[in-house]
């Protein structure tokens, strides 16, 4: 995306980012109202624990098909204190199934190894791999972001699909990035699945 373009669209169109996105082109997403039957699928999970206010608590479930298009299939999102975080997902977990898989987040320090465990814990029954958040959002997210922007992601058409694209389209300078955060993981694990912990 040139400068010019940036400019233009900031300061003229009173828009902070141009239509189709900085770091992600929402103009070459597709919304299909299903998805085909034969996908991998897995549901990744950005967590907060704040209710009402900040960040927020987001699982993406995304499914890869047989001729390697991406499919989001649904986004949980929401500012929930920890305990009905918790049963979000959970709940979420039950009604994906155990055919999906899933993947949290493991931050450095003790802390993100009490919270990755306490996690693995509460999916215990279901497959559930933790990975260690490294890098930059902007990073984790370029693999993703090259898919789509190829016209390789199809959303499942959904009451999310607005909030979802936006911020998409804002990233890296709008307000939130959970959703984003969420995806670049989701898509991540798809690529390279392995086994899952069933706890």
């Known amino acids: 995306m040139s400068t010019a373009r940036t400019w233009w669209s900031a300061l003229y169109q009173q828009r902070p980012t141009p239509r189709e996105g900085l770091f992600f082109n929402v103009a070459a997403v597709e919304i299909v109202e299903a998805a085909p039957v034969e996908l991998k699928c897995v ?10 206010a900040g960040d927020y608590t987001v699982g993406v479930k995304m499914g890869i098909s047989p ?15 920890t305990d009905e975080r918790n049963r979000m997902i959970r709940r979420t977990a039950e ?29 215990s029954g279901y497959g559930v791999r933790v990975k260690h958040v490294t890098g930059s959002k902007e990073s984790r997210a370029e693999s993703f972001s090259a898919q789509l922007n190829a016209g ?21 300078r709008g307000a939130h ?17 392995r086994e899952y912990l069933v706890a």
């Open 177 to 193: 990035d959970d959703q984003v955060d969420a995806a670049s993981d989701a898509y991540n694990e798809l690529c390279q699945r």
């Open 67 to 81: 001729d390697k298009i991406l499919y989001v299939l649904d986004v949980v999102r929401g500012r929930w204190a």
């Open 152 to 172: 390789n992601v199809k959303l499942v058409r959904g009451r999310w699909n607005r909030d979802f694209l936006e911020e998409l389209q804002a990233f890296p």
């Open 95 to 123: 009604f994906d199934g155990h055919e999906v898989g899933i993947r949290g987040p493991q931050d450095p320090g003790s802390a993100g190894v009490d919270s990755a465990s306490d996690f693995v814990k509460l999916l």
């Open 43 to 52: 549901r990744a999970w950005d967590k907060a624990a704040t209710r009402g």
